[in-house]
């Protein structure tokens, strides 16, 4: 359903009470009052407006033959809250809306005429995005993330360049929400993957990096579980490192970035000339199984382009292991299909130029989230509104 006025983010207690019952499960009035160094009066007064919203609920255990009333702890209740994030990338578009732990339940993808402007581009999202809330059944949504390529302002709501879109100091915020009448926030594509990956991808790692290996090469960093904004403009720009000396030009107007080595466009264009695709259509998720299989049956073109990928990955991760100690990487994107041989020939390589005391503190993996870029606008939607600690 359509969302009933804007909704304003929760207060500062509201907010660690809320991300307290999130983090570790139901909780009586009294233990949060300890953890969170506040009285039990604060508790209860904080506790009663987020119980009459239906975001908290007294899930009662049945007690126990004890003396005096048993405490009752408080449980979150994902399914009272719902969220809209989206994914923008070169062409397309993705859709989704989820519940209070980011759980994607309804997406729509969309093409997108690569040829548009931001506006244009931004005003089919928010038609996308109408259109998806008028056929839920769920809570009003409350917020919307974006997750876009590319830098943003300290505020998450300007994107500030695209290289691949082509955009620049795009007021992404401003437009969606004239269009929607809800706040929406946003923020570099790859870290709210890494968000919603730490938060809600079922381990309990606290520092994790997310390379992302489509149309270019991103990387989002969480650590201390708190996405990380490192410099001026908050960006790790990993595709833009530069792999090859005097290599093939990049959209960045630099030469031989790990973007033009390991993208997909490139890794289609060398399977494409090397005869592995055929005459049919090039799937990009599917190119890494094409190089594998081709590779497994000896063409040497084939075993060239994996072993490329092998040695700039690697090299790649060695230096994120190197430079942040990441206890998990999750590899994105075209990774997400990729076969499992070549993903363990990655690992082993990337062990081998990482820092000795550090080869055995990570490991990479795929993701644990389907649908990560809604996700991660998700993921960013409920920090801004519901959880954030600032």
């Known amino acids: 359903m359509a969302a009933e006025g804007r909704f304003e983010r929760l207060g500062r207690n509201e907010r660690a009470v809320m991300r307290l019952v999130r983090d570790a499960g139901p909780c009586s009035r009294t233990a949060l009052a300890a953890q969170l160094g506040l009285s039990a009066t604060t508790i209860t007064k904080t506790a009663a407006p987020l119980l009459a919203r239906g975001y908290l609920t007294e899930h009662d255990t049945g007690g126990g033959a004890g003396i005096g009333r048993p405490a009752i702890p408080l449980a979150a209740v994902p399914e009272a809250v719902t969220v809209c994030g989206v994914q923008l990338g070169v062409g397309a578009a993705a859709i989704g809306l989820a519940d209070g732990r980011a759980r994607v339940r309804l997406e729509r993808s969309m093409a997108i005429d690569p040829g548009l402007g931001a506006p244009a581009v931004l005003d089919l999202v928010a038609a996308a995005v109408a259109g998806i809330l008028a056929r839920d059944g769920g809570a009003p949504c409350i917020a919307v993330g974006v997750a876009a390529p590319g830098p943003v302002d300290p505020g998450r709501r300007i994107n500030l360049m695209s290289v691949n879109l082509g955009w620049r100091d795009v007021p992404v915020a401003e437009r969606l929400e004239a269009k929607l009448g809800i706040p929406v926030h946003v923020d570099h594509n790859v870290r709210t993957m890494a968000l919603a990956e730490t938060l809600y991808g079922g381990t309990d790692v606290r520092d994790l990096a997310y390379v992302y290996v489509r149309t270019g090469v991103g990387l989002g960093l969480v650590l201390d579980r708190r996405p990380f904004y490192p410099g001026l403009h908050g960006l790790s720009e990993l595709g833009h490192l530069r792999a090859v000396e005097d290599g093939a030009a990049c959209a960045c107007g630099a030469r031989g970035c790990l973007e033009t080595v390991l993208s997909e466009p490139h890794l289609l264009g060398r399977a494409r000339d090397a005869g592995l695709l055929g005459d049919g259509p090039a799937h990009a998720r599917g190119v890494l199984t094409v190089v594998e299989s081709a590779a497994g049956s000896g063409s040497r073109a084939a075993v ?72 991660g606008g998700a993921a960013l939607a409920l920090e801004a509104v519901l959880y954030g600690p600032s």
Request: zero cysteines; hydrophobic letters at 50%.
């Open 304 to 375: 060239a382009i994996r072993a490329d990928v092998v040695h700039h990955l690697s090299n790649a991760l060695a230096g994120v292991v190197n430079l942040f100690n990441p206890r998990r990487i999750v590899l994105g994107g075209i990774f997400e299909a990729a076969p499992e041989p070549l993903l363990a020939d990655i690992r082993a390589a990337t062990k081998r130029v990482v820092f000795p005391f550090l080869r055995e503190e990570f490991r990479i993996e795929r993701p644990a989230l389907p649908s990560p870029g809604v996700a």
